[in-house]
């Protein structure tokens, strides 16, 4: 069973930048797809960005391309989502996620496993 808590979240003012940490812990040594997505209230969750522990590979959603970094530290078991130049509108709940199958990368329904959540408020 594989277990994600993410940390790092807060309240920033416009243009400033955030670290997003998941620690996981649990895995049977296969290769995962970790995501982080986002929810804004009153809005549907949505992708953000992707990293597929078997290779590296990574994936960002062009709303945050240029801005946002993902990666991961396989030795900690940690993911992490670097957010510069943050905007108003990258406000919400920010979630850590893993899935073991493929499928569209952004669709929640495919992710078998979900951390708590961490909040990210940006001000302008």
């Known amino acids: 069973q594989v277990q994600l808590v993410e940390s790092g979240g807060g309240s920033v003012q416009a243009g400033g930048s955030l670290r997003l940490s998941c620690a996981a812990s649990g895995y049977t040594g296969r290769s995962y797809y970790m995501a982080w997505f986002r929810q804004a209230p009153g809005k549907e969750r949505e992708g953000v960005a992707a990293?597929?522990?078997?290779?590296?590979?990574?994936y960002v959603v062009d709303s945050v391309k240029g801005r946002f970094t993902i990666s991961r530290d396989n030795a900690k078991n940690t993911l992490y989502l670097q957010m510069n130049s943050l905007k108003p509108e990258d406000t919400g709940m920010y979630y850590c996620a893993a899935k073991t199958g493929a499928g569209f990368l952004w669709d929640t329904h495919k992710y078998n496993y979900w951390g708590q959540g961490t909040q990210v408020t940006v001000s302008s």
């Open positions: 990293i597929y522990t078997g290779g590296g590979i990574t």
